[in-house]
């Protein structure tokens, strides 16, 4: 009859449904707690697999405890010389066993419907600790720093009010105010001028320099011109000293053997005189030109006198004659 079909559908579907509600799914990648009629009624945390539960009566939340990330995005914060600056990071975690519980029934509604939530202000609150104690103008060099205490306090944190374990914190981005920036740009443009003003007088420097280089060389180069040429007039004036000091010397040695030579020769005119005294009268006679003078005085010896002859007297054997005063002549050295 259709009723009794239609009882015995509705019957199937009543077992069947009571079937599938005595049981449940864990995934590898989550855990799970029940409740029955609002009263947490596991101890631990449920793993993966099948599992039975009192059917339209027990309830059962499941919560991801594999790897997972948050996000925090355009975060103003203030630095410790009061300028702004938006920040973004992310943090990379998972919930241990231990934790599990806690974050199904003790923290916002149950299940994981509020973890997220509950992330946000304690993340935010610890970034905005850290930056408060940096001064703007060392962030960029001090980020890896940042970073670090960022994470060591969102760690400790979470964990002490979650249980939650943060395996790593990626510091996404910093974004300083239009102002900042602008006085940054100043401050950089002013460097680069110094070091542009600093690398002219650098330049200017090494140009001094390379000149003065230049004129001590010039400097060197003229006073070993100067040097060689005293040296070469003293070498000159040294060889004509010498030169006049050797021609002296030699004039001095000339004169004086000369002098000798005359002085000998006198002696032995002298001693030729003195051996032969007609050779005077006989030289007198000889060199005498036949004029007598115009004018005696008082004491003069007759010119006839001097060549020893007497009035009336002829050249005789007592008178020099040219072979004997040319014997005496050549008797002469």
Known sequence: MPWKIALAVITVGAVAATALSSVYTVQPTEMA????????????????????????????????????TFQLNNLTVYTIDNQAVTVGLGISYHIPASAVMRLLYGVGRSGNVDIAENIRPVLADRVLRVFSTQNTVGISANRE????????????????????????????????????QASVEAAVQAKNDAIRAENMVS?????????????????????????????????????????????A????????????????????????????????SFEASHR???????????????????????PGQHAGADTPTVANATQARTSLP
């Open 33 to 68: 707690g029940v409740r029955r009629l609002g009263t947490v009624v596991t101890l631990a945390p449920v793993g993966p697999g099948l599992h039975l539960k009192l059917p339209w009566i027990d309830t059962v939340d499941t919560i991801q405890t594999s790897l997972d």
């Open 288 to 310: 005498w030109n036949g004029q007598l003078p115009g004018t005696m005085l008082g004491g003069m010896t007759p010119p006839l006198n001097m060549f020893s002859i007497q």
């Open 145 to 180: 720093h940042i970073a670090a205490e960022i994470r060591k306090q969102v760690d400790e944190g979470l964990g002490s009010i979650f249980g939650l374990e943060i395996t790593d914190l990626q510091l996404s981005s910093i974004t300083y105010s239009p102002s900042f």
């Open 203 to 247: 330049r200017v420097r090494y140009e001094g320099e390379q000149a003065k280089v230049q004129a001590d060389a010039q400097a060197s180069v003229r006073i070993a011109q100067a040097n060689a040429e005293a040296a070469s007039t003293v070498a000159q004036a040294r060889a004509q000293r010498e030169s006049a000091i050797l021609r």
């Open 249 to 280: 010397e030699g004039e001095a040695q000339a004169a004086t053997l000369t002098g000798e030579a005359e002085a000998h020769v006198m002696q032995q005119v002298g001693a030729a005189v003195a051996a032969n005294p007609g050779v005077v």
